[in-house]
Every structure is written in C-alpha cells, then in structure tokens.
C-alpha cells in the first residue's frame, strides 16, 4: 500500500498493520508523520490540553545483578559505590516533592539481592502511614521478577502484597525492545524476557493496576523490531486496556559498557511520531525532555506527545549516562504554552489537577535535579540490618553488624 | 507563491510543521538535499595564546575582542602564519566597528591591516550590534576581505519578522552576504528560546531572507539535536563544527562522524567545506562534492 494510502486511512482514523507501519517509519517524510501523529492526538485531546506531574524520579538503590550492558547507573554486588537509601531518606524526599506540589514517587532501583520483598512492602506501608494522600508509582516489571525470583512467590502474588503494602501504580520501565534476540544481545533476557515483561503487566492490569508502557531504542535493534515492539504493546492494550500512557526515549550511550552513539533529534521526532499512530488505543504519550532536552521536548507535542511527563525533581539513571536536562514546573509550563497549548497538572491516572501550582503559591525555582545522595555519601540505612541479605558480601556486613541473628525474612 | 506573505501569515501560528514544509521546500529548491558543514578550530584573540589547529580544521577562528589595533593585526599575524591551509577568520564585525572608533582610523583602514597580515574572513557581523550595518558590511568588501555570517546577537523581540525583513532588505542592499545565522548568539538563561522559537526563527528566516543563499546553524551553540532539526525547516549549512578528532567514545562518536550521522538521519547529504565556502573533497583537500549515489540513499523528505 502506498504511503499517501495509507495517510489517508490514518486520517480517517483507521487502524495500521505492521507493515504499513514499517513503510511509513522508513520511508515517510518527518513532516509528513508529525501531521499525521498530530492529527491522532487532535482527535483524542482536541481540548489542546498537555498535561505534566509533579513527582520525584527516586532510585532506591543502585545495587543490581541483572548487568544490562546498556546500563551506566548500577554497580554490582558488594561495590563500594553502591547504595540503598533508607526509609529517612525517602521521608526527606517526599517531605522536599509534597513542597514543590508533588503527588507521587515514581520509585525505581536494582535488582539488589540483599532487598527482600518484606523491605519494599515495609516502605510501601511507612510512606503509606506518614503521607496517606501520596502515590507510589513503584517498580518496573523486571523488578517484580526479581522480588518474585527472590521470593519463590508467583508474580500475582507478589504484586498482590505489594498493592496491600500501598503501590498504586506500576512504571514501564525495563521493557527496552521487547524482541528476545534484542534482549539477549543487551543482557536484559535474564531479567525478564519479552513475554515475562509483558505477563508482569498483564497480570497487574488483571489486579487492578494502572500502568505505563515504555520503549527504549537505538542500540542494536531493527526498524521491524521496533514496530514488535510497539505491536505488543497494541496487543496487551486491546487484550486489558491497562496503560495509561506510552514514553520512548533514545538509548544514551555514555559511561555504558554497550558504548556506541545517542539516535538522533529527528530519530526520536520519527519514532514518537509512529508510536502515536500505531499505537491508537493508548490515550497518552509522554514528551521525554530528559534525554531530548526541552527543545526536542517541546517539539513532540508537534509529533504526536500530549503530555510533558514529569518534573522529576531527582534523577540518576540518564544522568549516568551522559543526559543532564532540567526543566521545573515553570519551565515546562512556559514550554508547553508556547507551543500553544493549555498546561495542567494530572497524576498518574491523567486525571486533571489543576492549573500549575507556581501560579497558586511560590515555588523555587530548580535549575538542576538533584540526585539519589550526596557524591561519597556512603552510609548504610539503619533499618536494613533488620533484613536478611542474599549475597555473600552482603550476608558479611550484616553479619558484622551482629544483629541480624535468627531473623527470618521480614522484621 | 508568495513566501514573505505565506512568512507572515504563519509567523504567529503554532503550525511549525507548515511552516517548516513551506522552508524546506525553498532550501531544496536552492540546495536540493545537500547541507554543508564547516570544521573550525576556534583560538583565542590575544596575543601570544596558543594556536591548535587540528589538521581537520576546515577554518581557524579568532575568537573574542581584540584589546587595540596593533594586538588585532599582531594576532592575525600569529595565527596564520600556524593556520597552514585552514582559512583564517576572525572578530566580530561590531567589535572591529568599535575599535576602529577608539583608534581612530577609519575601519577600511582596519580591515586592510587585517588583511594584509591575513585574515582572509570577518568572522561575523551581528546585525542587531553594528552601528552601521550597511556601510561596514560594504567596507569589509572594499578593503578585499568577505564576511562569513550575518549573525543575531541577542534576540529582544518576540516577532522576529522586522529584523528578519530588514536582513532581506540590506542584502538587497549590499548583495555580499553568503549566510545567515538568524538564531541568537545569546540568550536569557532564565527564559531561553524554545523549540517551537528557534525551529519558527529558521524556518521564517529561510522563506524571508530568501537572497542570502545560506541560512546557518551553530552547532557547538545550539547542539546536535536542534541543529538536526533546524536541517529540516529551511537550515542548509552547519557552522562550528568541533575540528578535534580524538573524542572519548571512539571513532563513531568523533565530531565528522556524528555530524555526517545526523545530516544523514535528516535526509540529506552531507558535504564539508571550508572557512570560503570551498566544497572539500577527502581529506579536507579542495575537491569536487561526491555524488549523492555515493552515498546512503536521503529519505526523500518532500510530502506527499
């Protein structure tokens, strides 16, 4: 089918297949799929609304045993850069977002084998305790693997003790291309091929969960396992109607073992704009100025994205990777009303808030995000002795700290 | 079609895809998909300062104000007796203006010392610092020497059509001017340009400055990613391209590769020349442009 045919058939709001969709990503010109990712957008926000959150990027260790090779952020097992945050600190965290209007964490770490389950639901219920109102947007699908791995408990079950425990809401992240042979070059197979990342959501749908679904890009994928990728996500949409929202972002290659070069500006315009096509049954796609930077970032809202994601306030991950972008509530609200739309605070579910909060009261202004701790901060959370490790070295700094004896998995 | 009428009534619209498809049909019809790009190794203007000049270097900036007449003409001297063949350019136009005023000589007067002691181009003359745009851009031309950029300093308006039309209007003026770099130099770090600003400013500066045959953007100030972006909506020539070719990260990340990457992933072809606009073949030596068979196959990027 030619690509003016099947423009015409996007524009009468009819559904693409693979192949079409392949034609268009390789061969369309970028004006031609901004206008028509614009015209999906039009028809499902035509208030011309563009929405943002308030929430904080936490990472609450680094300490991880999956070993993606295009991870910069983790450090192994028993490295002497490697962190785990305590409850305090988390506190502080949120004390410092709940400042600044925030309604949620989005609450992401390693796969650290010396946090068992019991650690994540004993959080879950303090944040839940002290800030009632607050929203967990909590742990990417190979996360939930991995406390399922650790656990010997089903993934059913322990998304079930984390909903008890307080999680509102599960992140897309982890799912990178969700084609094995692409997962097994990256060494992410391991934490959980495609069918367990999406099984992970399936099931969280199934429980009640609202999620979101992410793709990252440009490492050693194909332009057809792209569209995989994104056809999957269609799939399990149709099947539970769980996502709330899609985010793409570029591979960012510093400080990786994977190494390589960053996709480009157009790359990523290209590739939100197909995503907005194809995917037809998701309602929201982010913007994500975090590896973009603002510009870029703005410039999707021309290509198919209604939404700003986050102000982040902290962020690590991209950071590691050579990515360094801030934008406050101010800036992404200049951003997105200079493209001509009308900005508005949402939460997780994409229900509106409320106008920005910097026009309700003062708020200070962020010029740069801050970071899971202070460079050389490393100190060991109180509580965590209370929690029995996993890993040899962990096991020996517990077992220093003498007071871990006869304790089971649990306080 | 009228493309300043067409400017104008899109100037304040949100429409940056019209806009852009509007440019970029301009910039192709001048340059189909060929975007050149130029290797510079900026230097310092003082005297004495060290002078690097990676052999990559297509041009040899002197950058900043010179401190009075004899250090400026002692500087050129310096600098081009190291550039080799890497074309010698230097000074902003606005500065040479004012410094000519402070010595007292004319600035023909000027402009020939530097000359003669071989600055071959003006760096820049930004249009909204100079304070007599036509008589000095016309000087710089008398005294045997080129201008390599109109430039915008500082952008104070939020309509960038009158300054924009005034551009048009000088070149019909002068006719020397071989590019025009219309995205500000500076900006107001609390409220910088947006996307949708800067993508507008090239795209209107493409279809309204339609007689000055370059429209140009700054790679090491604007970054890859918009000045990738600006390739698509009326841009055809990429300034300030870093000439050092050991970069961490490998050969793949080295400037060539990345700016050859991202031309490419814009749907055009990507051609190096230098500090004259000279089209360089391999190796940085004068040669004829490759053939776009030659290469990757550009998206034809024309809608349907």
């Known amino acids: 089918m030619s690509i003016n045919r099947t423009a015409d058939r996007i524009r009468s709001g009819e559904r693409v297949g693979g192949d079409e969709a392949l034609e268009l990503y390789r061969r369309a010109p970028t004006a031609l799929l901004g206008r028509l990712a614009d015209g999906v957008r039009a028809r499902k926000h035509p208030d011309r609304i563009v929405t943002y959150i308030i929430d904080r990027n936490v990472n609450y260790t680094n300490v991880c045993v999956a070993r993606c090779t295009f991870c910069a952020f983790y450090r192994p097992v028993g490295s002497s850069e490697g962190y785990v945050l305590g409850f305090d600190e988390v506190f502080r965290k949120i004390d410092e977002t709940i400042a600044v209007g925030g309604v949620q964490l989005l609450l992401q770490g390693g796969h650290n084998p010396d946090l068992p389950l019991a650690w994540y639901e004993d959080l879950f219920r303090a944040v839940k305790d002290r800030y009632p109102a607050f929203k967990l947007h909590a742990l990417s699908p190979p996360e939930v693997i991995h406390l399922s791995r650790l656990s010997q408990l089903p993934v059913p079950a322990v998304i079930a003790r984390l909903m008890a425990a307080g999680l509102d809401s599960i992140p897309g992240g982890g799912a990178e291309i969700l084609v094995d042979r692409v997962r097994a070059i990256l060494h992410c197979d391991g934490k959980a091929t495609a069918d367990e990342w999406l099984d992970v959501m399936r099931h969280a749908h199934r429980a009640g969960l609202r999620t979101t679904a992410t793709m990252m890009y440009g490492t050693v994928e194909t332009d057809e396992e792209r569209l995989e990728h994104l056809l999957r996500l269609r799939a399990l949409q149709d099947e539970t109607g769980g996502f709330t929202a899609f985010i793409t972002w570029s591979y960012q290659p510093d400080h990786t073992e994977l190494a390589g070069c960053e996709a480009t500006g157009i790359e990523y315009l290209r590739t939100l704009a197909i995503a907005r096509i194809v995917l037809d049954n998701f309602d929201n796609l982010q913007a994500s100025w975090v590896t973009q930077g603002g510009k870029v970032g703005q410039l999707s809202l021309a290509y198919g994205a209604n939404d700003m994601g986050s102000v982040m306030i902290e962020e690590n991950v991209v950071r590691a990777a050579g990515a360094s972008y801030c934008m406050d509530e101010a800036e992404i609200v200049r951003n997105i009303e200079d493209a001509g739309f009308a900005a508005r605070r949402r939460n997780m579910h994409y229900e509106i808030l409320g106008d920005p909060i910097f026009r309700e009261r003062e708020v200070p202004r962020m010029l740069e995000l801050a970071t899971a701790r202070v460079a050389g901060d490393n100190t060991t959370p109180e509580e965590l002795r209370f929690y029995p490790a996993r890993s040899r070295s962990g096991k020996q700094e517990r077992l220093q700290d003498g007071r871990i004896a006869g304790l089971q998995d649990g306080k | ?304």
């Open chain 2, 1 to 304: 079609m009228n493309t300043v009428a067409d400017a104008e009534s899109l100037a304040h619209s949100h429409d940056i895809i019209s806009i852009g498809v509007l440019a970029d049909d301009l910039r192709r019809r001048r340059h189909g998909t060929r975007t050149t790009f130029v290797r510079v190794a900026n230097v310092a203007a003082d005297v004495g300062a060290p002078v690097s000049r990676p052999a990559a270097a297509g041009e040899v900036r002197i950058a900043g104000v010179p401190g009075s007449r004899a250090a400026a003409v002692e500087r050129v001297r310096e600098v081009a007796s190291a550039a080799g063949r890497a074309v010698v350019t230097g000074f902003s136009l606005a500065d040479l203006e004012q410094l000519s005023a402070r010595e007292n000589v004319t600035l023909r007067a000027l402009l020939e010392e530097l000359r003669a002691a071989g600055l071959e181009l003006v760096a820049e003359a930004p249009v909204d610092r100079l304070q007599d745009t036509r008589r000095s851009i016309e000087e710089v031309n008398i005294a045997g020497m080129a201008l390599a950029r109109l430039t915008v300093d500082q952008s104070s308006s939020a309509d960038p059509m009158p300054l924009l039309k005034a551009v048009a209007d000088l070149q019909r003026r002068v006719a020397v001017l071989r590019a025009f770099a219309p995205l500000p130099r500076r900006v107001n770090p609390t409220a910088p340009t947006t996307g949708y600003d800067d993508v507008k400013h090239v795209a209107l500066a493409r279809l309204v400055v339609d007689n000055v045959p370059s429209i140009q953007v700054d790679w090491s100030l604007y970054g890859p990613k918009l000045a990738q972006v600006a390739l698509t909506v009326g841009a055809d020539d990429v300034d300030a391209v870093s000439a050092e070719d050991e970069v961490a990260g490998g050969p793949r990340r080295a400037p060539l590769q990345e700016i050859r990457r991202n031309i490419i992933a814009a749907g055009q072809e990507p051609v190096e020349r230098n500090g004259r606009f000279d089209i360089l073949g391999p190796l940085g030596t004068l040669g004829v442009v490759a053939s776009p068979s030659e290469g990757r196959r550009p998206r034809e990027e024309r809608s349907p």
